[in-house]
């Protein structure tokens, strides 16, 4: 029997997304072509009639499964659909994981009753406050000779036994399977933990959230392939829902996506598949590349053979992993691969700035066609690339750029701004946080003169010299009550100034009335008040940037989620402790820095940017871009080996084809070399006119650099030293 499903294989930039479009676009022209044959035979008038199954298209319900490997995608590719059919049939576009929750949140009834389960309405859990939770309840049975035995801390640990649950999820195996994996891949290896006491901890954890309602992404796809999926009502209400699937880049699924699509397929839907050997950025984080690959059996299979258009693939990749893979061969790279090389790393990344600027200023290239990656941008590297373009008028744009929130100044003069009106909190609270508060509070962004441009200047009223001598002898601290008295108990009060002393007094009575409000429980909840001082001071009816605006709803977000979370576990089994312990807790969450500013949607609306794109490997093949020149820093660093992102404990144990299999110190080497040659091949048919490898002779740390690109450097031609540029 001839298969309608069909499975696309390409290298990246092949062509793939394009051609499950257009497979798409042919169903649909199917069907058009067939309802109006259908009718015209047998009546001689057009009519629309029934299709067959696979061609069953219905336009009254989501008839298509539109899936993508993340959220950015997810987007891109739905628009695309939608636009090429002008919207007319409806499609759901999704990620796995946005799809297994969406399901079990939509199913929850059919769960409560199968599972025996408290009837309450389902809460997802951030992987922040999923981390602090399970530590709380773990804590007693983590003491200190599990975390030597462990040789980690106790916040890594607990992550790593989360991510083991997640691991186990996403490849279908069940949460009481876990104990027997772990034992057959770990064998009899002394440096862990035994595998029932980590199994153990994880049956608590699950059982713990299953009863509150709370529901992790773990437990999420758990809960799916184990119950949901295998259900009978389920199963007949998916299949009634979608006779066709769509999924791009299948090679970044997990292991439980197949047991989906199968099942869709064993149904009678249709479905297209794209698969990209040279891909799996994902492996280690829970992807199964070779399991997922075993769908093309039930497909007619077309593979994509041309090389990418305008790329370096075809020219550069047989040679490059001809030298990472023999070193001892007397290759020399083209011209179009340069080498950028100096002795420390902060010559490195001067040069490699000025190199990138002078092109750009010579217009041998436009600032959006650069981008710079990396195996790991640490802060250093990253301030010093963005301060030297940006001074020279060259805007830098970081990739999915995730700094903590408490990096942000706004964020940290909140967080004061909350330990100033509630009792309790002075401990939180010193004299450089008030002189901070004091100059972001009285902040105003005003239109440049003479210009219609939306470009805003930001000025404050209180600046940062006025704020601490204001906070030096007006800030009176307090374990309960910190305080701030007026201006005129300085004596000097006139240094201060006019703007700023009436800036101050303006902030002094807007404290004084949210401490009124709050003693007569006037204010419903800490997020009321975070909302007022948004709005009263720096929203001001004018356009934050939107690096600060995604800050503020991130804030905004976590922190209506944190409280949701915490007014259920009090519904469950109420607390002794205050409304204020929460407040506590929630702030040195914050501190700890686990929260970034990630808000949705993670881009800013309209064009893209005109700016130098930073990235490291893992965010840039994530992003499935393309530019006309690369800059790859530490060229000579070990990580590129490791694809720009850590592994996670016990990965390789729960592959579909190996499960449980133990890994040993040849398999690493393996699966290092592979991914090194899938991580060239990728970035080169992502480059289409020139490559610059950058490298110093020491790292950061004053070491010595010989990771395995060392050998492209050394065959450079083109070499731009330190002397080159001076």
């Known amino acids: 029997m001839v298969s309608h499903s069909v499975w696309i294989v390409g290298t990246s930039r092949s062509g793939k997304t394009a051609r499950l479009v257009e497979q798409f676009g042919n169903w649909v022209t199917s069907e058009k072509q067939y309802t109006e044959s259908f009718y015209t035979k047998k009546t001689g008038r057009k009519k629309t009639g029934h299709l067959p199954e696979f061609l069953y298209l219905k336009q009254t319900e989501p008839g298509v499964l539109v899936l993508a490997a993340n959220d950015d995608n997810r987007r891109e590719l739905g628009d695309i659909i939608v636009t090429s059919t002008l919207g007319k049939y409806p499609v759901r576009a999704k990620t796995p994981l946005g799809f297994f929750q969406d399901e079990i949140i939509l199913f929850w009834p059919l769960l409560i009753n199968s599972l025996k389960l408290k009837a309450q309405f389902p809460v997802r859990l951030r992987p922040e406050t999923e981390q602090e939770l399970a530590t709380k309840l773990w804590r007693p049975r983590l003491d200190e000779e599990i975390l030597r035995i462990a040789g980690v801390n106790e916040s890594r640990l607990v992550r790593r036994i989360l991510d083991l649950l997640q691991l186990a999820a996403y490849s279908g195996v069940p949460c009481e399977d876990i104990a027997q994996i772990l034992a057959k891949g770990m064998g009899e290896n002394t440096t862990t933990l035994e595998p029932e006491f980590l199994a153990s901890l994880l049956l608590d954890w699950r059982n713990w959230c299953l009863e509150r ?3 992790t992404y773990g437990i999420i796809t758990e809960l799916y392939s184990q119950h949901l999926l295998s259900d009978r009502n389920y199963q007949q209400h998916l299949t009634k829902r ?24 064993d149904r009678g839907a249709v479905g297209a598949f794209s698969y990209n050997p040279d891909g799996a950025v994902r492996l280690g984080l829970g992807a199964d590349p070779n399991y997922l690959e075993g769908l093309a059996e039930r497909c007619r299979v077309e593979i994509l053979n041309g090389p990418p258009p305008e790329s370096l693939s075809e020219q550069l990749t047989k040679q490059m992993v001809e030298l990472i893979t023999e070193p001892m061969v007397l290759l020399s790279l083209p ?3 340069h080498s950028i090389q100096t002795t420390s790393r902060a010559q490195l990344l001067r040069q490699t700035a000025e190199v990138i600027a002078n092109a750009i200023q ?6 959006e066609e650069v981008v710079i990656i990396a195996p790991g941008l640490d802060a250093i590297a990253r301030y010093t690339l963005v301060e030297i373009l940006v001074k020279q008028n060259i805007p830098v744009e970081s990739l999915n750029d995730q700094r903590p929130l408490i990096s942000s100044p706004i964020i940290r003069a909140l967080l004061t701004m909350l330990a100033l009106v509630y009792p309790g909190l002075g401990r939180l609270v010193d004299r450089d946080a008030v002189a901070e508060m004091l100059v972001v509070l009285s902040r105003k962004q005003q239109l440049p003169e003479n210009s219609t441009d939306a470009i805003h200047r930001v000025s404050t009223d209180i600046d940062p010299v006025r704020a601490g001598l204001i906070a030096d002898y007006c ?17 000097r009060w006139d240094r201060i100034g006019y703007a700023a002393t009436t800036a101050y007094s303006e902030i002094l009575q807007w404290l004084e009335q949210q401490r009124s409000q709050q003693e007569l429980r006037l204010i419903p909840s800490p997020i009321s008040l975070l909302d007022r001082a948004i709005q009263r001071f720096l929203w001001n009816g004018s356009n934050l940037p939107y690096e600060q605006l995604a800050a503020l709803r991130e804030l905004l977000e976590t922190a209506q989620h944190y409280w949701e979370i915490d007014t259920r576990l009090r519904q469950i089994a109420p607390v002794e402790t ?7 807790e929630f702030i040195q969450l914050l501190r700890r820095g686990t929260i970034t500013a990630n808000p949705y949607p993670v881009r800013p609306i309209g064009g893209a940017r005109k700016a130098v794109t930073l990235a490291t490997i893992f965010q840039y093949r994530s992003s499935r871009r393309s530019h006309r020149w690369h800059f790859w820093l530490d060229a000579g660093s ?14 390789p144990f729960f592959l579909r084809d190996r499960l449980g299999e133990p890994w040993t110190a040849e398999d690493e080497k393996l699966a290092e070399e592979q991914r090194l040659q899938r991580i060239l091949t990728d970035l080169l048919s992502r480059v289409s006119e020139r490559v610059y490898l950058c490298h110093s002779d020491l790292a950061v740390n004053g070491q010595e650099q010989i990771g395995p690109l060392l050998p492209l450097v050394n065959a450079c031609v083109t070499v731009i030293s330190e002397s080159t540029v001076n």
């Open 242 to 265: 979608y006779q066709a699937v769509l999924a791009d880049d299948v090679d970044d699924y997990p292991s439980v996506a197949r047991l989906l699509f199968e099942l869709l397929l």
């Open 213 to 215: 309602g709370l529901l």
């Open 362 to 367: 010579l217009q041998q290239v436009q600032p």
């Open 475 to 491: 800030f009176v601290p307090h374990p309960d009550r910190p305080n701030l008295l007026p201006v005129l108990v300085f004596e």
């Open 638 to 651: 070990p990580l590129w080996a490791k694809g720009g992102a850590a592994t996670l404990f016990g990965a």
């Open 335 to 337: 011209k179009t691969v």
């Open 578 to 584: 205050t409304p204020h312990t929460t407040i506590v």
